[in-house]
């Protein structure tokens, strides 16, 4: 029996991940290799849609790859590609384009706020819903790892899908989001979630010991816990939400506890998280620099 058709893209439009893709979305992504049909792809032509430098493209196409790959993605169980790779990503795309009006891409919510942001938006925002679809329908993907905030654009997915069936003949199945049990991991400086486009508000994934602990001793904590003595209410402490991430629940408790009757100050709080994120990274990391020393290797999964 066949099994079911997972498609999931990523930009690389950073320079390497941080702790909140890792927990938020990769591991999640991870852990479908082993129960469905994976293709993972760098998605590199949605990224020309956001300023870049086109000198550094194919040099972040392979850094993300190297991320994914150190992750724990298996390319003995899972297809690993860049889009730009396989043409027939764009010729899809144009005949999806064909079946849809301007009007219609107009009104998708992304373009809008976008156009709101900056006053005006170009083709390529307009039309990444219809690239996007063409993603997924190229590969007959039926589920896609992704949060409930693109639902609007596998709505989008599902409609074309119907009209290209209704035109051409049944050839597409109708795509729906997967959900993954991947949490949202909070800034270290702040409200909102860890982010590269805010400075001090993330752990990198190559951040070396010194400098995550160095991080996190400065991380935003419950603001009512002024003084070492004051009790604090977990709920309302970042850390308190990563450490949910990572330690299991016995220890929890006790750092909740310790919290809620300052039986344990912020500082070694942080330091416990701090060991414990080092601990769990360690691997990454030295896979990373192996993957780094081997390019050619990446290059030829990528093939």
């Known amino acids: 029996m066949s099994r079911e058709r997972v498609f999931s893209g990523v930009q690389p439009t950073g320079e390497g991940m941080h702790l909140g893709n890792y927990l938020g979305a990769v591991k999640g992504m991870l852990s479908l290799q082993d129960t469905y049909d994976c293709i993972f792809a760098v998605v590199d032509y949605h990224a020309l849609t956001v300023p870049y430098d086109p000198a550094q493209m194919p040099q972040r196409k392979l850094s993300i790859a190297m991320d994914y790959l150190a992750a724990g993605l298996d390319p003995e169980k899972v297809t690993l590609i860049v889009q730009s790779d396989v043409p027939e990503h764009l010729e899809l795309a144009w005949v999806l384009g064909c079946l849809t009006s301007v009007p219609r891409l107009e009104r998708m919510p992304t373009y809008q706020e976008k156009k709101r942001q900056s006053g005006s938006a170009g083709f390529g925002l307009l039309f990444y819903p219809v690239l996007m679809a063409a993603d997924i329908l190229i590969y007959k993907a039926t589920k896609v790892p992704v949060g409930k905030d693109q639902e609007v654009h596998l709505r989008f997915a599902r409609e074309l899908a119907r009209r290209f069936n209704g035109t051409f003949g049944e050839t597409f199945p109708e795509p729906y989001i997967h ?69 299991q629940p016995p220890r929890l408790e006790e750092i909740a506890d310790g919290c809620r009757s300052a039986g344990i100050g912020c500082l070694g709080c942080k330091a416990m998280l701090a060991e414990e994120i080092i601990s769990d990274l360690q691997p990454f990391q030295e896979r990373r620099r192996e993957l780094d020393a081997r390019p050619g290797y990446v290059l030829d999964v990528l093939a």
Do not use: F
């Open 179 to 247: 959900m993954t049990e991947a949490p949202m991991v909070p800034s270290l400086s702040g409200p909102g979630a860890m982010a590269k486009s805010v400075p001090g508000s993330y752990i990198g994934l190559d951040d070396p010991p010194d400098e995550i602990r160095h991080k996190l001793a400065k991380a935003y904590t419950d603001p009512a816990r002024k003084r070492r003595a004051d009790p604090g209410d977990p709920a309302n402490c970042n850390v308190y939400a990563i450490h949910e991430a990572y330690s």
